[in-house]
């Protein structure tokens, strides 16, 4: 069963290649799905499950442990609103009340015309800058309702830069291969590295 | 008003810089920080090269010199932890911590947004030093910028001959993979970002035997170190352990990023002298936080991250030092302070934190599991004025299934509460169920007639009727 586009499916294969076990390149595959879709279907589980050599079964198993691999379709733009301690302290109860009634929608749920979903979410690092939400995991500092109804204005008029739902990096590493050392793999590696002195101990 | 003298860096959000020595923030002040040309500019990778003249063993023992303590949490020495590898067993992997997600905590993220080519440089010498084969630089998946900077900087740093084969001409070769999670805060727990890292559900391994310096990735010695932690080595390598350890104190020596929130005049990341800069210093001082909102007293504050068992006034002139800290009921953890001024609801703050970690539950341990959601029912019962004085009893009930015995909290001299010091038993695999009870049982504790308030007049319920009304 084919998901992956050709480009994506090279680019899997180049990402298995850097670990030295390829269940390994699962979750970076997860997000390579979710680029492509949006979301994590069944067929990119199963074929996730051929390239890194395991079940579909064991796919969905690690797929559904992770909050940001959706397995249903959502929004263009998932908005999460933090809802920890410092967020809570600085206001966003008030900025998630204002959002769903400014949406239309509950926590957990996209909006008809399938542009926005709508999430309570924990901890984002910005503590400092709070009360803070993500655009598909990209931050927006101190937020006030006014500015929240700017943000939604701007996304829907698409005049706000912000990649797709499951776009994460828009920038890939690339390693090139006359400088790639290669995995290592403890099958094959039983040596100490040749920079470590005879004896092998640093 | 006194005037206050630290600098916002606008680039830099957050990041408030002051008049302590610059050791991991040195480069925030540039607007091109995550670049290759500024740091190279600023003696980037010099030290990189510095150690590639020393013997792997000799830049081990300056780290371990350095007594460099770990910033992800536990506060373990970087150069001890190192020397856990067993003898002969290869090959070896770093797996550098970057799923920075502790409620409160902000500094791994700017470090890796503002100067990746620093973390970088440092998970360089620690392969170098150890003998590290592969490293796996992972970062937390809610990071898309972090990625971003951190993928960018691996491509030019590859591309300059830092990292891969036969860095800058010598013999040590090296890949870093930059992976990153999707999104569970217990992740962060070093065996469980090694069974992320190998494909799996983020579950904890148990320790022992699963410590990770010798049974980790793949089985193999692996050393897991923070951002923070890592991003320290080219500073001591290029200065010297001597120089990191004259700032500081002998037992916590160095600086660490702490960030400030809440109800402060200037919540910020702040670089601060480690072992001497008090919360005082910190909350107060013009050239950090300026004191509490609107002039408010403060009530409270979580000294270490979310997990922290928290402080009141009482503690402010403890200072960043584990060994004063610990006696006095909590920890330094993360580096996060969540402060809370007069106005708190106390209850419903510790909501916000016992219900984190409920959520962030990966359902391995039972106590944790069953614990945290119950935790999260009775509070919220509680602070929505549903709740009885039996659900008083309850919470430290269930919490003490998660957390046998006396658990720490602060001292609270007015009302003769003594300290009780960190740390606690516990029943679970990692932190995640006695950090469900931290806030509830600080909260409880210190704050009781808060609660007591909100209970009052309610009368006892069946057992039906609790069950039902959750």
Redesign the interface.
Known sequence: MTFFTDDNLALAEEIIG????P??????L??LAQEQEGWVTDEAMTQIGEL?G?TSAEVL??CS?????KRHPVGKYVI?IC????C???GAGELMEHAESRLGVRPGSTTSDGLFTLEG??????????PCL?V????Q?RVTTDQFDELVDELASSGHAVPDHGV?????????K?????????EE?????????ED??? | MTEMTGTPIAHA??FIANETPRIVSARFDYEDSHTLERYEATDGYHALKKALQQ???EV?NEVRDATLLGRGGAGFPAGVKWGFCP??V??R?LVVNGD???????K??LLMELDPHQLIEGCLIAC???????CFLYI??????A??RV??A??DA??A?Y???NILG??????I?????????VVGEETALIE???????MPRLKPPYFPASIGL???PTIVNNVETLANLPWIIQHGAAAFTAIGTESSPGTRMV?????VKR???YEIVNGTTTFRDLLYGNDMCGGIRDDNQLKAF?PGG?SAPWFTPDQLDLPFEASQVGPQGSMLGSG?I?V?DET?DIP??AL??TK?YA??S?GKCVPCREGGTWLEQILRRVVTGRGTQRDLDLLIEVGETICPGDFPHAAVPSKGIEAVPFPYRMTTICFVGPSAFAPVHSALTLFREEFEAKVAGNEAKTMIEVAVDV
């Open positions: 850097r670990y030295p076990k269940r390994s390149a699962m979750i970076p997860l997000h890194v395991t198993g690690t442990f992770y909050e940001m691999f999460n809802t920890t301690m410092s809570a302290l600085m979410a924990e901890c984002q690092a910005a503590c400092t800058e709070a993500q598909n995991y990209r931050h500092y994460l990096s828009q920038i890939r590493q690339h390693i090139p006359d400088r790639s050392v290669g995995a290592v793999p403890p590696v039983t040596a100490a590295p040749v920079w470590l002195s092998g101990e640093s | 959000p957050g013997t792997p063993e081990h003898p002969g290869w090959p992997y920075e997600s502790e409620p409160g905590t902000y791994d993220r170098y030093a150890v003998g590290l084969s592969q937390r998946g809610e990071m898309a910028v990625q971003e993928a960018q691996l491509n590859y591309e001959g990292v891969g084969k010598s013999e040590f070769s090296v890949d993979v930059l992976h990153w999670g999707a999104g569970a805060y992320s890292l190998e494909g799996n559900r983020g793949y089985g193999q960030a400030v929130s809440g109800h919540p910020g990341v979580v979310g996060a969540m809370m708190t419903a703050a916000t934190l984190f959520h962030e990966c």
